[in-house]
């Protein structure tokens, strides 16, 4: 799995919230969860941030999220969830501390499996779900946040079995590092979702719009977008889906991917205009070798 490194200002990300004093209470929080799986071993080799957060720090994207998704290359034990949760309650105080926090605890405030507990050691696609409080020291809300009830929360999802394909390397503002995905798997998995949207019964309009980002302003090469194609087949075909250059064609898929993009406007202020967004998104994967990727396969003997 290759690595590139990539510089990354979390104290600027956590200042642009500066005048929003919930939002910047919430990134300051956020600042702190990273910097702790940065710190643990073997979290800092193990876990790959991805999602909103990732898309804010690598790609100056102005929507507001404090929550963090991850990957996990980790076996999914029966105590796996215990283990993160212990791992990172040791470190939060350190990660404080180190990045001048010292008014701010956080700590786990809950932590759920996905599927059902019973199935979730044997599930294809496990997850976690966590709830990351915080409080300020001193404040009313730091014995609720000790007795495991928070009023202020990021969530923090970690999902198991996912195949990756490329990793980079975040260098964080104090000099720790943090696995991420790539561009590569970024755009692969976003496309993912899109099509999983009907599948799942779902809508998510935050991927056309984080898609649109990603690609409008990038001369991607041939080599790259034939990896692109590659990681997204990959990441179809672990959850059985079969997706065909026409795949983002579909009517619902569409709809769905379009469905409450209004509420964008929460977050940005103005959002773009959908239509224009989704064509360009859809005539980007329509434009990934498709080809290239049919005659390598009919040579392997792949059906």
Request: hydrophobic share 40%.
């Amino acid at each position: 799995m290759s690595e590139t490194v990539l510089q990354i200002d979390v104290a600027g990300w956590v200042e642009r919230a500066k005048d929003d004093p919930i939002a910047y209470r919430q990134r300051q929080a956020a600042e702190i969860t990273l910097n702790a799986i940065a710190i643990t071993a073997p979290l800092n080799e193990k876990l790959y941030l991805k999602g909103g957060v990732l898309m804010g720090l690598a790609y100056d994207s102005p929507r507001q999220t404090a929550d963090i998704d991850l990957t996990a290359d980790l076996i999914v034990s029966a105590d796996v969830d215990d283990t993160i949760r212990d791992l990172l309650d040791n470190a939060f105080p350190r990660a404080a501390a180190a990045l001048g926090y010292a008014d701010l605890i956080v700590r786990t405030n809950s932590i759920k499996r996905q599927p059902r507990p019973g199935n979730f050691e044997t599930a294809e696609f496990p997850a976690l779900k966590l709830k990351i409080g915080y409080a300020a020291r001193g404040s009313r809300q730091e014995q609720a946040l000790l007795d495991g009830k928070a009023a202020d929360v990021i969530d923090l999802d970690i999902s198991f079995n996912e195949p990756t394909s490329a990793i980079q390397i975040l260098s964080l503002t104090g000099g720790e590092a943090l696995r991420a995905y790539s561009l590569i798997d970024l755009i692969a998995e976003k496309y993912r979702a899109m099509l999983q949207q009907v599948v799942r019964n779902r809508n998510r309009r935050q991927d056309v719009y984080d898609l649109h980002l990603l690609i409008q302003d990038k001369a991607l090469d041939e080599a790259v977008r034939l990896k692109i194609l590659n990681a997204f087949l990959e990441k179809c075909r672990s959850r059985h889906i079969e997706p065909a250059r026409e795949s983002l064609d579909d009517p619902e898929v569409k709809r769905r991917s379009g469905a409450e993009w209004e509420t964008l406007e929460l977050e940005l202020g103005e959002a773009p205009e959908f239509e224009a967004c989704f064509e360009r998104v859809r005539g980007f994967f329509r434009d990934l070798p498709w080809r290239a990727v049919a005659r390598t396969e009919n040579k392997d003997g792949v059906s």
